[in-house]
């Protein structure tokens, strides 16, 4: 005899681990810490990239303006400027990164909540309906109720 309380359930269980699965369940194996420290030093690595790249380009669109004119006072103004700007980038981007993977770790478990809190539910269903069968076969009339 088919449980349509099961057979719901079951379904809503399904149904959230093909929507939810692939964003919660990777999560699952890290602590905070090391999720969001692995996601910065990521960060750090791009973005460093990034600015080598933009530096490189920079240097190659003035390269004769600095041959032309090449002073070590302009170069050190230039570099304190290339330093500063990339500080503060880096900062406000790696601040940024912490916050959107600190919300995605939350949110990731939040959603371990509800799944585990589900599969909980379907357990104790499945520990009533055994509990059920066995009074049954006892000749004993259970109570919902009482639980008796």
């Not at 369940?25 to 750090?44: E, N, Q, T, W």
Request: with cysteine; net charge positive.
């Amino acid at each position: 005899m088919l449980n349509e309380e099961k057979i719901k359930l079951m379904t809503s269980i399904a149904m959230f681990e093909q929507k939810e699965g692939k964003k919660i369940f990777p999560l699952s194996c890290y602590f905070r810490s090391d999720y969001i420290s692995r996601h910065l030093l990521g960060a750090f690595f791009g973005y460093t990239l990034c600015c080598l790249l933009g530096l490189v380009l920079w240097v190659l669109y003035h390269l004769e303006e600095l041959l032309a004119d090449i002073r070590v006072d302009m170069l050190l103004s230039v570099g304190k400027w290339f330093v500063m700007i990339y500080g503060i980038g880096l900062v406000l981007y790696l601040l940024v990164t912490a916050v959107v993977y600190w919300r995605r770790y939350e949110y990731s478990v939040t959603g371990m909540r509800i799944y585990i809190s589900k599969l909980r539910r379907l357990e104790k269903r499945y520990e009533y309906q055994n509990k059920v069968k066995e009074m049954s076969k006892e000749g004993v009339r259970y109570d919902r109720s009482s639980g008796i």
